[in-house]
């Protein structure tokens, strides 16, 4: 069942205007990234500039010792000797300008694939974490869980069992959905860090894709916050959490966010949040393993090693 794309306003309970978290940070990236590429650039062509004078400061002086000379050449073999010259010289400056520049280039670029890899060390496992606990979500208890599987399609029905203990021994005491939030917020921490790391001159797609993911999670946060804490609340008599899993239970398949109740909606918001985080994931994991092969090569020649995502 595909929900309708849902906007989640942020309360502003400061009066102040505020700006919105996605796309003001991807504009301010790559307008750092302009910045220091022209700083750069500005820079080389310093570096020429003050070659282009040092070669002509070097043919005035040449110039000087050969008239002061008792028997100086004449003056169109001065002219000719000191155009070859002058060609040549700064022939070899452009030559070796352009070489340090591509050189820099490469440096630059294998530097901030190095600072990717070494934050995905710590991003992977997180990522596996975050999964096995997303797809116990979002499966019935009577089914089997894929534990890795990216794109789950599931729908708001498959996640009536989401205040269930959780499967793993190492959740013991704690429902499906207290574990998902736990592990969805670190690898929200992870994905800021890389972000804020990193400049991103040469990756800049998988910057966009942590940005997905970090905005998927920001607007989602008040829907999933609604969702735990219908797990210790009650309605009356009953408790909260009966009330919403028989309303999962209830929902007609073709079921849409405008038609729900109140207390329904934050649900299909969660649906809605997961189903953002998957795609945004899947980016990211193809994206940074085509960066984890390009480093593989150049260090050993070798491809990386696939991982096991289904």
Known sequence: MKVPGINIKVPNVTGKKTKPAGKPAEKSTKRKNVSTYRVERTDESRFLLLSIIAIICYILIAWLVVFITEDPPKMQDIVKGS??????????VIIMDTIN????????QRDERKAIVRHNKIIQPVVDMYLVR????????????KKFKINADFTIKDMRDMYSPSELISDVGK???????YYQNKLLEMFTHLVEDIDFNYYSDLCDAAMK????TSYGAAGLDAVLS?????????????????MIRDEPANGKFIDAPPTLKNVY????MINEQEAALEEYLRLVHMILEEDAKELRGKAAPDVDYE
């Not at 520049?101 to 630059?108: D, F, G, L, T, V």
């Not at 429902?175 to 939030?181: E, G, L, P």
């Not at 993911?213 to 998927?216: K, L």
């Not at 918001?269 to 809605?272: A, D, G, M, P, S």
């Open 269 to 272: 918001l969660l649906h809605q």
């Open 213 to 216: 993911f970090i905005n998927a």
């Open 83 to 92: 155009m070859g010259s002058v060609f040549a010289l700064l022939f070899a």
């Open 175 to 181: 429902s499906k959905i207290q574990m998902y939030a």
């Open 101 to 108: 520049a591509r050189s820099n280039k490469k440096k630059r």
């Open 134 to 145: 997303k797809n116990m979500v979002v499966t019935l208890n009577d089914h089997t869980v």
């Open 230 to 246: 219908y797990q210790d609340s009650q309605a009356g008599m009953k408790s909260m959490r009966s009330v919403v899993i028989n």
